[in-house]
């Protein structure tokens, strides 16, 4: 509504008038679309095997386990955001409530916000942390490109005490390109609608012992590791506008409610223009949020979506959430959340009815993350091939037991077209752009399952998968865990298949 330019604080209109001094545009939002390119044009594009950097084992850093929590020992995020769609910001009043569930005593608490990473995107106002009976207000610094928050606790918190934050904060879309790869595309608005996909403060793993596991911002590929909390929603909007997000509760009058319990992240698309399509699939409720001139395809989406639900359920385990919300995005890519994937509007628009469509694969793809990043999580910095090379796999898995003449269409154009090159236990350093990253790594990967399979055979291979994901549900896998976890299954030699695929063999 218009009336909420009322609502901006001056401080913000300050900020903005420096940004645009500064030279920091924002395009008009009449500004034309780019066309993005995702077949031949851009496969030439693709960087020779050349240009991609090979890393040395030395580089692959095993992150230590995250203990298995009960439910009620999760951190509790609540995240109250007012959303002025038209203006393109939001501001948000976050609690996070945690317990040291640890033995060690802590100083601080450490989040990770990537979005701070996108400058003039992320401003931090206020800091409270209450402990105990003190309650300590203040902002902690948040430099430059800096995406690690350190918030000093005021005494330090022992094994078993809980800490209260409460955070203030303002969000400023950036536009985003329909040619930009993940993660640079996730937050930002297009003209049809806004994604925000990496925008808040969230809890970086504790190691115990060892303390927050922090890291180097670096985007490419997905560069986050979270542990499990509990997130619920509120966003308050003007009341044409559309929230997709997973865990929907109810909406009325412009202000909708989420919930996700063990969640890694959760995002929300909005617009609109948005459409809808539901339906249920017993217990699990799957919505499917597209624009208007791409219906068939967003129902298409739906259907794809309960499909690979179904055929994971029985692959991998029970499907680990309570919905799944599939929402058509406008950057290059597709994007896994906690009860949501986002999908790229190319897939939309490319649809044509056909069953071996970038859509099938995409959506499969990105489903197939909430076992293998939701339930079964990982360091997706250090260790990326642990999630990816078993949701890109699921992409084949799906079109072997639904669309078997396609299984060939698959690896030519999934695959082989991007000449995949460098080992499959590539850090997200070894690469300095998501597009050489992707294609390679993905498609290595790829081929080690396909090899892995074939020398365990199907049996024992898929007794594997789901023992894998039975022992580490809820809890984060290493390299070590998935080796160990095949060798229950297998005894044959492993070291052919390792040194072809892989830096380090030492598993
Ligand atoms: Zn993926």
């Keep these: 509504m218009s009336n909420r330019t009322a609502c901006i604080p001056s401080i913000l209109y300050l900020l903005l008038v420096i940004l645009l001094i500064s030279g920091c545009n924002l395009p008009a939002s009449n500004s034309p679309p780019v066309q993005p390119v995702m077949d031949e044009t851009q496969v030439a594009n693709i960087p020779s095997s050349a240009s991609i950097a090979t890393p040395d084992a030395a580089q692959i850093t ?23 769609y038209t203006e393109r910001w939001m501001r948000i009043h976050q ?32 800091v409270k942390v209450v402990l105990g009976d003190v309650v300590q207000e203040g902002t902690p610094p948040l430099f430059g490109q800096e995406t690690i928050l350190r918030v000093p606790l005021p005494a330090p918190a022992q094994s078993g005490e809980p800490i209260h934050i409460e955070m203030s904060y303002r969000v400023v879309f950036q536009p985003v390109a329909s040619t930009d790869w993940p993660p640079t595309g996730t937050t930002g608005w297009t003209e049809y609608l806004i994604q925000a996909g990496e925008w808040y403060p969230s809890l970086v793993p504790y190691m115990e012992g060892d303390g927050w596991y922090t890291w180097r911002y670096h985007p490419v590929g997905d560069p986050t590791f979270y542990p499990l909390t509990n ?10 506008v559309i ?41 699990i409720l ?115 037991y639904y669309y078997p003449d396609y299984t060939q269409w698959w690896w030519e154009k999934r695959v082989d077209i991007y000449n995949p090159y460098g080992p499959v236990d590539a850090t997200i350093y070894s690469y300095e752009r998501s597009d050489y990253f992707i294609p390679s790594m993905y498609g290595q990967a790829a081929r080690f399952i396909r090899e892995l399979r074939k020398q365990m055979g199907d049996a024992d291979f898929f007794e594997f998968l789901q023992d894998y994901q039975a022992t580490y549900r809820w809890r984060c896998v290493t390299a070590q865990d998935f080796f160990d976890t095949v060798r229950r299954h297998h005894d044959g030699d492993l070291a052919p298949l390792l040194k072809a695929y892989f830096a380090n063999t030492n598993w």
């Design 95 to 126: 609690i996070v409530d945690i317990k040291n569930t640890s033995s060690d005593s802590w100083t601080e608490v450490v989040f990770h916000v990537p979005i701070n990473y996108t400058p003039g995107s992320f401003m931090l106002d206020t």
């Design 62 to 84: 095993p992150a230590p386990h995250q203990s298995i929590l009960p439910p009620s020992d999760l951190p509790e995020v609540s995240l109250d955001i007012e959303l002025f």
């Design 231 to 240: 997130v619920s929603t509120t966003i308050t909007t003007e009341q044409d």
């Design 243 to 283: 929230i997709a997000s997973g865990g929907l509760i109810d909406q009325e009058d412009g202000i909708w409610h989420f919930r996700v319990e063990a969640a890694r992240g959760i995002a929300f698309l909005a617009s609109p223009h948005y459409q809808v399509a539901e339906r249920e699939h017993g217990d």
């Design 286 to 400: 799957l919505s499917s949020y597209y624009l208007p001139d791409h219906a068939e395809a967003g129902k298409v989406a739906l259907e794809i979506a309960e499909n690979a639900i179904k055929l994971f359920s029985e692959l991998y385990g029970p499907y680990p959430y309570k919905s799944l919300t599939i929402a058509e995005n406008g950057f290059f890519g597709g994007m896994e959340y906690s009860e949501m994937i986002s999908i790229t509007d190319y897939c939309y628009r490319t649809y044509r009815g056909e069953p071996n469509s970038i859509l099938t694969a995409l959506v499969a793809h990105e489903t197939a993350h909430q076992w293998w990043y939701g339930a079964v999580g990982n360091d997706q910095i250090t260790e990326p091939w642990l999630d990816e090379a078993l949701a890109f796999y699921s992409e084949l898995l799906y079109f072997e």
